[in-house]
């Protein structure tokens, strides 16, 4: 059964929700899991789309208070207000302090090894915390099946709607599922991609949002996102600031392929073309991934 989704506020009504000026909220954008709006300059107010995203977002900030003194390589976001349930915000919402920048999807990059280096490093920090006292839970799928499932499901709506050539080919490598048994679990962001990456006006790193799927897991799903960007001078770097053996780069460029049929299948269902684009320039990464692809060890 598909649950229905949380009806969508004007900026007008999010206003009336923080007893805010109309003209203090515009639009932001809206994710597979929160709408955002931008109150002002320096703050944006995130609502969940879904029934029960409330509680996913109050941990989100728990982990974030966590993390803070933990994670300095790059600013995370500062959660100022959580509102309570309401009638306009069934599920409430909050406040954060913006990070600066602007998100690295479909920018173009003045220099991807350097930011695949810090990109590199930061998750290398990241997957080494000692999780004691994060609220982080085990989010492992052993079998991959239920990625693989999700994956085909995207790839078929991807292919109806004309968006995706070769869609065969893209099943065969879905369906060759990594051996993911003997994963041993870090914290990991979960959502590891371009669109969750601030850079600032010089290209650089300055922030990393967007941590509802952060968990315990695979960190080859942190390091899809540094595939799925498309860039192998990116991916170049990275690897050189996180050694990781063949296998983990093998599961991480599946996780990735995975990522990106679902980019091709959300921006079908969302009329988002930048993440078609994202998508299309991740299958074309991948493509030069598997023909150069680095020894498995």
């Known amino acids: 059964m598909n649950v229905p989704e949380l009806p969508s506020l004007t900026p007008a009504q ?10 203090a909220v515009s639009w932001l954008s809206a994710g597979s899991d929160h709408r955002a709006y931008a109150l002002g300059e320096d703050r944006v107010v995130r609502l969940p789309r879904w029934p029960g995203g409330g509680e996913a977002l109050r941990r989100e900030t728990r ?4 993390l803070a003194p933990r994670l300095p390589g790059a600013p995370l976001p500062e959660v100022l207000h959580l509102g309570d349930p309401a009638p306009l915000a069934p599920e409430g919402f909050s406040v954060a302090r913006r990070v600066t920048g602007v998100s690295a999807l479909g920018q173009p990059l003045s220099d991807p090894g350097a930011l695949g280096g810090a990109l590199g490093g930061w998750l290398a920090d990241l997957h080494a915390l000692n999780p004691q006292g994060s609220g982080l839970g085990v989010d492992l799928d052993p079998t991959g099946h239920d990625w693989r499932d999700a994956a085909l499901e995207d790839l078929r ?16 490598r879905v369906q060759n599922v990594p051996d993911l048994r003997e994963v041993e679990p870090v914290p990991i962001h979960g959502d590891f991609a371009a669109e969750h990456v601030h ?5 650089c790193l300055s922030g990393v949002l967007d941590w509802a799927d952060a968990a ?30 063949g296998a983990v780069w093998e599961r991480a460029a599946w996780y990735a392929l995975c990522r990106a049929l679902g980019d091709l299948a959300f921006a079908v269902g969302e009329g988002q073309p930048a993440y078609l684009e994202a998508g299309r320039r991740a299958l074309t990464g991948l493509r030069g991934w598997w023909t150069n692809a680095p020894p498995r060890s």
């Open 63 to 66: 982990l974030l208070a966590w």
């Open 157 to 172: 709506v991807a292919a109806d709607a004309g968006v995706l050539p070769e869609a065969g080919t893209w099943a065969a």
């Open 216 to 245: 315990l897991g695979d960190p080859a799903r942190d390091l899809a996102g540094l595939i799925h960007w498309g860039d192998p001078a990116v991916v170049q770097a990275a690897r050189s600031a996180y050694p990781a053996s």
């Open 14 to 23: 999010v206003a009336a929700l923080l007893r805010a000026p109309p003209d």
């Open 199 to 203: 850079l600032d006006p010089a290209g």
